[in-house]
């Protein structure tokens, strides 16, 4: 045993616990995992903070409106948290992966791979939050064009959406459908 | 917890048909937009009062925005788009009054993508021509072929997981918002009367069932008029 591998040990260690234990243990990391996708709202409503500052400081006039449309997009840039603070939470109160029946590693390595899908949130929450700040700047230039600025927006915050989309599809199916197990 | 749709009852044909809220939830929209449709449009006047100035207003705009979008020879995507529009915007706004929103199942938002979907290489081919819209795929190199057709696949998946994503996590946020405002009610002596889920789920309802659910459907009508007008074009 001396001359074992790290690895070998630590996984010989993991097997003398109980299956239970061990998927209770990885949710618990996966859930921790899954939070850190705040790091990109937090990033991008920052930027969209920013440049909506700027575009009060030009234009007093259309101050409001730049506030308005950077209020929008912040919120919308929260998305991705919101999606991963839904994973944590059924990983957290509704964890399918407790109580299944099931080789115990790979269910230890979905829980944590859940989690970590989730951090793909980033990317969608800083283009959201860049996204917004151009808004509320350009609408603080040409108020008039406001529910123009606003529409091109949305339509492309939705798409920057899209990979945080997919990894909650992964999440998901690593829970509730997975075809490891 | 369960958060999934509940079975409601059972049709006992073909061994049993299992009927989901969702399904029971759809029922009542599609009744309550009916009646709405009927009672707003049976005493037409040629100067509109009343209800008829609300639905004139509804579908005057959503006629502007789908020209805007589409472009004016594609005006007549309007009647769907409307109905596509108040459909969504009524079922996410359905967890106001504590029914399960038919869109935070995914069998509904994929249905309705899968709808765009069909519509997007319908008319796709139809404008284009069969020859023309299959050569599409070829654009711009040849070998480009297998990713435009999985991109092609990926835009009912993410328009549909989009929509039931933002709606069933609102829903879930939304229970357990309730079910620990009950606790709290219970940790002071109130269980049978839990004060404190009055009026402070107000702001989380506010965000996202009005602002979520309407932004939701807005974008889904949005994306469904850009991808079928740039396939048509």
Known sequence: MENANFITVFLDWLMTFETSALVAAATAIGVGLAMIAGIGPGIGQGIAAGKGAEAVSYNRKSGKQATM??????????????L????????????????????????VASAIGAGLSM????????GQGIAA?????????????????????????????TTGIYAMIIALLLLFANPLL | MEFGPQIIFEIPIFGGIPITDTVVNTWIIMIALTIFAIVSTRVMKKVPTGKQNVVEALVEV???LTSQTMGEDKKYF?????????????????????????????????????LTFLMIHFFGAKSKGVGGYLKGFMEPFPFMLPLNIISELATPVSLSFRLFGNIVGGLIIMALAYGGL???????????????????????????????????SFIFIMLTMVFVSVAMD
Do not use: C, W
């Open chain 1, 69 to 82: 449309v950077m209020l929008l997009g912040a919120a919308v840039a929260e998305t991705s948290g919101i």
């Open chain 2, 182 to 216: 009950l606790s709290v009610s219970e940790a002071v002596g109130l269980e049978f009367f839990p004060i404190f889920q009055a009026g402070i789920p107000v702001a989380l309802h506010l965000y996202f069932d009005i602002f979520a659910g309407v932004l939701q």
């Open chain 2, 78 to 114: 309007s009647s769907y788009i409307g109905a596509l529009f108040l459909f969504i915007t009524v079922s996410n706004v359905l967890g106001l009054v504590g029914l399960r929103p038919p869109t935070a199942d995914v069998n509904t938002t994929f249905a309705l993508a899968a």
């Open chain 2, 62 to 64: 959503i006629n502007n």
């Open chain 1, 84 to 107: 991963s603070l839904v994973v944590a939470l059924i990983m957290l109160f509704a964890n399918p992966l407790i109580g299944m029946e099931g080789t115990a590693i790979v269910m």
């Open chain 1, 133 to 161: 700040g151009k808004g509320a700047e350009m609408v603080g230039k040409r108020p008039k064009h406001q529910s123009a600025i606003i529409r091109t927006m949305f339509l492309g915050q939705a798409v920057a959406q």
């Open chain 1, 119 to 126: 951090i793909a949130g980033i990317g969608a929450g800083i």
